[in-house]
């Protein structure tokens, strides 16, 4: 079962096409064509020499031994020509275990690097249907089990193979007669090795499971101990792992009693196969005068014989096992990535003293963004009838229309595109939303917001407010309707152009490893240290970032554990700042903070949004109050929307909200 706590170990998981897996899983070792071709001929030498070695062993016996022997100098040289070879065959070995090694890490650098840049390129709705915990297990549990793969695996499985036909094939050689009691016995020894493996994997599997069981507890239970201990339910948490403790114990009991007795059955089987095949040789070499180190070497091949098949069954089920955690690799990897067919991108610009805008020239930060339009884009620029510009262009309905510009335009005739300043003028027109096809979240909404303006959206939890930000920057896209951004269909404008012109500071904070320093730079990675001062003071998060042991320098870990929540949220107000973008989404982004800290950020709050285009989602209706309009949505409808004492004078639902009278769910 694939999952964080599922890999396959000792379990026997069969792969859905095998031969497509590993055409395409050797593409990342076939790159080092020189190097694979060396350890393949370092197997070859390998399994000769081991042969060849022990071959050696008759003419030295024949000659030298059974015959008496005087020629003590041939002796010694024979013997150190043995030596030699078994020492062709160690270096053989060593060379193409070293070269195994690292091809086998290369290949499975590349094949993370390569997962983890695809993930960057799914959208946010595959994480949604994907947990985190089961793609977390492609990088580790499957990745490491495809390196074992590269690493022995593959090596072994191809030397067992080689090893088992050369023995087989000098055991024919030396006397077939004697071959066919060995061949009794190996047909005895792969039965048993099929039967107890058969068993052995299906208990693995059963072990697997129930790991996996034991782990998901472990860590639900670490994640809740404050939870567990608040109900004191201590004894039912013993309770439950120990059941899932021994019926881990029964299954990994059981698997590794079957996979331990294999080695047992078949060595006791190989002695059988040695003394039978001692006793047949002894009869052929008094009846028929089969030479003694024939014998000798024959039974030396007969103890051997035996080891090939054993290995090959280990190493098929670990291969098998890799092979489809590679699948599991292959299937996010073959995931189609993220549309963008945006040609609209975000370009510095700057303005002259006449309000003339063009692309900007100077070092530093630019003061002003501008929009670089292709001529090609399929949007034209017109005239507006009430004056100044606008953008001309299908609407869904099929019908042109003017969506006028309210910043500075630049349009040359030499030039292949229009540049229009970026203000952060966004609108809604009948937008339709769905997660799920057919359970429709958003039904028809439309809203504006000019630039400059504060948008606040209140209602039920679940009623789709935070599916409304989320549209914007284009996280999901929508079934009907269209969204604006400075008159241009977000749709037209590059994914990395639209979200780099947005900030956010979401409900549920998220800071990285690193120091407090590192985690507002987030916001902007070329962001001075003053400016993430600057921009920690706007926030109210300058104060007890002083307090804390090592200032700015502070360590955060483990997604911020050693701040508070409210903390973690100033956090990520600061972060926001200092990003400095025109449009701001804030959704609850004070749902953590106390009474008197809200009201001390709330200063830097105003600071931050001024000048610019803001969303806030809020349940504490006292932080929209000078919202430029209130949006009230509930089922994913606008029922109400107004300023704030227009929405009191109308005595609906925000009335009742904002009096008490129904309470937010």
């Given at each position: 079962?694939?999952?964080?706590?599922?890999?396959?170990?000792?379990?026997?998981?069969?792969?859905?096409?095998?031969?497509?897996?590993?055409?395409?899983?050797?593409?990342?070792?076939?790159?080092?064509?020189?190097?694979?071709?060396?350890?393949?001929?370092?197997?070859?030498?390998?399994?000769?020499?081991?042969?060849?070695?022990?071959?050696?062993?008759?003419?030295?016996?024949?000659?030298?031994?059974?015959?008496?022997?005087?020629?003590?100098?041939?002796?010694?040289?024979?013997?150190?020509?043995?030596?030699?070879?078994?020492?062709?065959?160690?270096?053989?070995?060593?060379?193409?275990?070293?070269?195994?090694?690292?091809?086998?890490?290369?290949?499975?650098?590349?094949?993370?690097?390569?997962?983890?840049?695809?993930?960057?390129?799914?959208?946010?709705?595959?994480?949604?249907?994907?947990?985190?915990?089961?793609?977390?297990?492609?990088?580790?549990?499957?990745?490491?089990?495809?390196?074992?793969?590269?690493?022995?695996?593959?090596?072994?499985?191809?030397?067992?193979?080689?090893?088992?036909?050369?023995?087989?094939?000098?055991?024919?050689?030396?006397?077939?007669?004697?071959?066919?009691?060995?061949?009794?016995?190996?047909?005895?020894?792969?039965?048993?090795?099929?039967?107890?493996?058969?068993?052995?994997?299906?208990?693995?599997?059963?072990?697997?499971?129930?790991?996996?069981?034991?782990?998901?507890?472990?860590?639900?239970?670490?994640?809740?101990?404050?939870?567990?201990?608040?109900?004191?339910?201590?004894?039912?948490?013993?309770?439950?792992?120990?059941?899932?403790?021994?019926?881990?114990?029964?299954?990994?009991?059981?698997?590794?009693?079957?996979?331990?007795?294999?080695?047992?059955?078949?060595?006791?089987?190989?002695?059988?196969?040695?003394?039978?095949?001692?006793?047949?040789?002894?009869?052929?070499?008094?009846?028929?005068?089969?030479?003694?180190?024939?014998?000798?070497?024959?039974?030396?091949?007969?103890?051997?014989?035996?080891?090939?098949?054993?290995?090959?069954?280990?190493?098929?089920?670990?291969?098998?096992?890799?092979?489809?955690?590679?699948?599991?690799?292959?299937?996010?990897?073959?995931?189609?990535?993220?549309?963008?067919?945006?040609?609209?991108?975000?370009?510095?610009?700057?303005?002259?003293?006449?309000?003339?805008?063009?692309?900007?020239?100077?070092?530093?930060?630019?003061?002003?963004?501008?929009?670089?339009?292709?001529?090609?884009?399929?949007?034209?620029?017109?005239?507006?009838?009430?004056?100044?510009?606008?953008?001309?262009?299908?609407?869904?309905?099929?019908?042109?229309?003017?969506?006028?510009?309210?910043?500075?335009?630049?349009?040359?005739?030499?030039?292949?595109?229009?540049?229009?300043?970026?203000?952060?003028?966004?609108?809604?027109?009948?937008?339709?939303?769905?997660?799920?096809?057919?359970?429709?979240?958003?039904?028809?909404?439309?809203?504006?917001?000019?630039?400059?303006?504060?948008?606040?959206?209140?209602?039920?939890?679940?009623?789709?407010?935070?599916?409304?930000?989320?549209?914007?920057?284009?996280?999901?896209?929508?079934?009907?309707?269209?969204?604006?951004?400075?008159?241009?269909?977000?749709?037209?404008?590059?994914?990395?152009?639209?979200?780099?012109?947005?900030?956010?500071?979401?409900?549920?904070?998220?800071?990285?490893?690193?120091?407090?320093?590192?985690?507002?730079?987030?916001?902007?990675?070329?962001?001075?240290?003053?400016?993430?001062?600057?921009?920690?003071?706007?926030?109210?998060?300058?104060?007890?970032?002083?307090?804390?042991?090592?200032?700015?320098?502070?360590?955060?870990?483990?997604?911020?554990?050693?701040?508070?929540?409210?903390?973690?949220?100033?956090?990520?107000?600061?972060?926001?700042?200092?990003?400095?973008?025109?449009?701001?989404?804030?959704?609850?982004?004070?749902?953590?903070?106390?009474?008197?800290?809200?009201?001390?950020?709330?200063?830097?709050?105003?600071?931050?949004?001024?000048?610019?285009?803001?969303?806030?989602?809020?349940?504490?209706?006292?932080?929209?109050?000078n919202a430029n309009c209130i949006v009230v949505i509930e089922h994913g409808e606008i029922e109400e929307k107004g300023g704030h004492q227009e929405l009191l004078d109308h005595q609906g639902r925000y009335y009742r909200l904002y009096t008490g009278q129904f309470q937010l769910s």
């Amino acid at each position: 079962m694939p999952g964080p706590h599922h890999a396959p170990k000792g379990g026997f998981v069969k792969p859905k096409n095998m031969g497509k897996t590993v055409s395409r899983l050797l593409g990342y070792l076939t790159r080092s064509k020189l190097p694979l071709l060396f350890v393949f001929l370092c197997l070859l030498v390998s399994v000769l020499s081991n042969l060849g070695g022990s071959y050696m062993m008759r003419n030295i016996i024949n000659d030298f031994v059974w015959s008496g022997c005087t020629d003590f100098a041939g002796l010694g040289l024979s013997i150190l020509k043995m030596i030699g070879i078994f020492l062709v065959g160690c270096l053989a070995t060593y060379g193409q275990s070293a070269t195994m090694v690292r091809l086998g890490e290369k290949g499975i650098n590349r094949l993370r690097q390569e997962l983890f840049d695809k993930l960057q390129d799914l959208p946010l709705s595959y994480f949604d249907q994907h947990p985190h915990g089961e793609l977390m297990s492609r990088f580790t549990n499957d990745a490491d089990n495809v390196l074992t793969a590269l690493e022995q695996s593959v090596v072994s499985m191809f030397f067992s193979c080689l090893m088992f036909v050369g023995l087989v094939g000098l055991m024919l050689f030396i006397n077939w007669k004697l071959f066919l009691v060995t061949a009794v016995i190996l047909a005895v020894t792969m039965q048993v090795f099929k039967a107890l493996g058969s068993r052995s994997r299906r208990f693995y599997q059963e072990q697997q499971s129930a790991l996996g069981a034991v782990n998901g507890e472990i860590q639900e239970v670490i994640e809740g101990l404050k939870v567990v201990k608040a109900f004191t339910h201590e004894e039912e948490a013993k309770a439950k792992f120990q059941t899932l403790n021994e019926t881990y114990r029964d299954a990994a009991q059981k698997a590794n009693f079957f996979a331990g007795v294999i080695m047992p059955v078949a060595g006791n089987l190989m002695n059988i196969s040695y003394a039978l095949t001692a006793a047949f040789g002894g009869l052929i070499s008094i009846l028929q005068g089969f030479d003694l180190g024939g014998l000798v070497v024959y039974l030396n091949y007969s103890k051997q014989v035996g080891q090939p098949l054993n290995q090959i069954s280990q190493q098929m089920t670990a291969l098998l096992s890799a092979m489809a955690g590679a699948e599991r690799i292959f299937e996010v990897m073959d995931t189609a990535p993220e549309v963008d067919q945006g040609v609209i991108t975000l370009v510095p610009a700057e303005k002259n003293a006449n309000g003339e805008l063009s692309v900007y020239s100077g070092g530093g930060r630019p003061r002003t963004w501008a929009w670089r339009v292709p001529k090609t884009c399929g949007l034209d620029l017109a005239e507006h009838p009430e004056g100044g510009w606008a953008w001309k262009y299908p609407d869904p309905d099929g019908e042109t229309g003017l969506h006028p510009i309210r910043g500075a335009v630049r349009s040359v005739p030499s030039e292949d595109f229009w540049l229009t300043e970026l203000r952060g003028a966004v609108r809604f027109s009948h937008v339709d939303f769905s997660y799920v096809p057919g359970k429709r979240i958003l039904k028809d909404v439309t809203v504006y917001a000019n630039p400059g303006q504060k948008i606040a959206f209140v209602g039920s939890t679940g009623a789709g407010k935070t599916t409304i930000t989320n549209l914007i920057n284009r996280f999901y896209e929508i079934e009907g309707g269209i969204i604006t951004y400075d008159g241009i269909p977000v749709t037209a404008i590059r994914k990395d152009s639209l979200r780099r012109s947005l900030g956010a500071v979401l409900q549920d904070t998220h800071l990285f490893t690193g120091t407090i320093m590192d985690n507002i730079r987030y916001g902007r990675l070329d962001a001075t240290d003053e400016e993430c001062i600057a921009a920690a003071k706007s926030a109210n998060a300058h104060s007890f970032i002083r307090r804390l042991p090592q200032g700015y320098d502070t360590p955060v870990t483990s997604d911020g554990a050693n701040l508070s929540q409210g903390q973690r949220q100033l956090l990520a107000i600061a972060r926001a700042a200092v990003a400095d973008p025109p449009v701001m989404i804030l959704d609850e982004a004070t749902s953590s903070i106390d009474t008197r800290t809200e009201a001390l950020i709330q200063q830097g709050m105003d600071m931050l949004m001024e000048g610019r285009t803001v969303f806030v989602i809020a349940h504490r209706l006292s932080t929209v109050r000078n919202a430029n309009c209130i949006v009230v949505i509930e089922h994913g409808e606008i029922e109400e929307k107004g300023g704030h004492q227009e929405l009191l004078d109308h005595q609906g639902r925000y009335y009742r909200l904002y009096t008490g009278q129904f309470q937010l769910s």
